[in-house]
């Protein structure tokens, strides 16, 4: 589904301030996979994902998605396959545009906007029935701004817009980093239950180590843009928490 | 009376100036100023279509295309090789002014005793009347299909860009491609106003465009207000609140015109009017924190 080889990423080559964020990654990620990734700061954990969603392109190596080769493809190209949901709640929506009209734009994501109106009647009861999933009580406001809900509340409406149209690969960046523990809790369920429904590959930042540890069938620990640890569902399933802390204490 | 009548349709032609400069500094949040030349240029082109006897329609279709072209030079400026809007818009605007030069043949053309779109309607035995009624329907249908435009699903597209270019890129959007049709269609815009100027004043003048962003920016800026005021969502409403925005411009230079200020301030009153628009806000936040 995700293959990597040998991808390297060096930003400011040559410079003072060079940084070797990727350094030859060689990765598969199958059909279907929930991967958890891991790593301090600085490790390459964004800049792996932002390879994926197009938004770095590598200085070295191949990726392929589903099998193509989307190594220099732009980001807004790739939005094909892939979905993401930002760290930053406000990084997938649109704030000044109502919860329709975003909704309406995820529903085209993998199509052209056309010059015709698209927001009917059915389309506003599609968008409410999925919005009452969430049991926010947002159903009744999706005329309202999208800047004017807070931060658990978009992030929770990103990840449902993000199954408004066709998705292969979803991409989750510190989803739930702005968020209070309750929104949090919230996100990451709709998150598991969208991930389940739809039989999403998905690749899931954390620095939190108890969802590190509930989420997810594949656990991947980045250090200085290497792949340190790479476990498989079983062996991921007998770590504790004091396995993962202590990861990080060298 | 009159005087004030002749402030409000003049306040009308400078409103299609008034929806391109919103869909670039509201929607986009682009500083464009490549309207000073694209606003004389769409006045040149309807200089010269007149003067051939061209037929209306095809002097307006002629107009908008030349101010797309302004509009998409600009966008390729500032998309492909990453040069500061501001910039792109100046160089864009500086070169216009030889190029409208160029298609004028000289610095200013009358059109007295050719076609004129305000002489289209005869109803009232006031040809003031008639003029503002061919405003206000012209403008009125030109209202109406932005607001159609921007609430299709390419305008969603549209108003996302200029609102979060990363969830815009998520969904699929070019945003290079959507800001240069932006700038080609806020600049087409303005060529319109060009167009509409050009038979309301009888002539078209090289100098014409100077200045005229800032117009348009006090006048969208007053529009805003108003809307932010009222809290007005609904998009039609808010193009008819900036074309509002454009009149009570043209209004306020009317009075000072009619108070006995000399006609060769009126830049420096345009210029003092738009900073008190813009300053007067802030100075009143000052405060209150």
Not at chain 2, 230 to 244: A, E
Request: hydrophobic share 50%; with cysteine; charged share 15%.
């Amino acid at each position: 589904m995700i293959s990597f080889q040998h991808i390297s990423k060096t930003f400011n080559r040559g410079k003072v301030n060079e940084v070797q964020a990727l350094n030859d990654i060689n990765l598969e990620i199958n059909q279907g996979e929930f991967v958890v990734l891991i790593g301090s700061n600085g490790s390459g954990k964004t800049t792996l994902l932002n390879t994926i969603s197009g938004a770095v392109l590598p200085s070295q190596g191949s990726i392929h998605l589903l099998d193509q080769e989307v190594t220099k493809l732009s980001e807004h190209k790739r939005s094909r396959w892939v979905a993401r949901v930002f760290q930053d709640p406000l990084g997938g929506t649109a704030p000044e545009l109502s919860i329709l009209d975003n909704f309406r734009l995820a529903a085209l994501r993998t199509q052209s906007k056309k010059l015709r109106i698209g927001i009917n009647d059915s389309f506003k009861k599609t968008v409410r029935d999925k919005i009452a999933l969430l049991g926010m009580g947002l159903e009744d406001k999706i005329q309202q701004a999208m800047g004017t809900l807070s931060g658990g509340q978009r992030q929770a409406l990103t990840l449902l817009m993000s199954t408004m149209d066709h998705t292969d690969i979803l991409l989750l960046d510190e989803p739930t980093a702005a968020l209070d523990p309750n929104s949090a809790e919230v996100v990451m369920q709709t998150a598991e239950k969208i991930i389940q429904e739809h039989q999403l590959t998905t690749v899931f930042i954390t620095h939190d180590l108890q969802e590190a540890l509930k989420y997810g069938d594949r656990l991947i620990q980045m250090h200085r843009g290497k792949v340190l640890r790479d476990f498989d569902a079983k062996m991921k399933g007998a770590l504790t928490f004091e396995d993962l802390f202590a990861w990080f204490k060298n | 009376m009159i005087f004030y009548l002749s402030a409000l349709l003049l306040g009308l032609c400078l409103s299609a100036m008034g929806l391109g400069i919103f869909i670039t500094m509201k929607i986009f949040k682009i500083p464009d100023i490549t309207t000073d030349g694209s606003y004389t240029l769409g006045a040149a082109v309807t200089a010269i279509g007149l003067i051939q006897g061209w037929s209306l329609g095809l002097i307006l279709l002629f107009s908008i295309g030349a101010g797309a072209m302004a509009g998409i030079l600009t966008g390729l400026v500032h998309t492909r090789l990453k040069i500061d809007a501001l910039l792109a818009g100046i160089l864009v605007m500086t070169g216009l002014y030889s190029v409208n030069l160029t298609i004028l043949g000289r610095s200013n053309i009358p059109l007295n005793n050719v076609n004129n779109i305000f002489e289209a309607l005869s109803i009232f035995g006031n040809p003031i009347y008639n003029e503002l009624w061919v405003g206000i329907l012209f403008l009125g249908i030109l209202s109406a299909l932005l607001a159609y435009l921007l609430r299709t699903d390419f305008g969603i597209a549209m108003r996302a860009t200029g609102n979060s270019e990363s969830m815009t890129r998520a969904m699929g959007i070019n945003n290079d491609r959507m800001k240069i049709i932006g700038l080609a269609i806020a600049n087409a815009l303005t060529a319109i106003s060009g167009f509409l100027m050009a038979q309301y004043q009888n002539f078209t003048d090289i100098n014409m465009g100077i200045g005229i962003v800032l117009v348009g920016l006090g006048s969208v800026l007053i529009g805003d207000a108003l809307i932010n005021w009222l809290g007005i969502q609904h998009l039609w409403l808010r193009l008819l609140f900036i074309m509002l925005g454009c009149i009570l411009f043209q209004m306020a230079l009317a009075v000072a015109l009619a108070q006995g200020v000399n006609p060769n301030m009126l830049k420096l009153i345009t210029s003092i009017f738009v900073l008190a628009i813009v300053g007067i806000p802030r100075l009143i936040k000052r405060e209150a924190l």
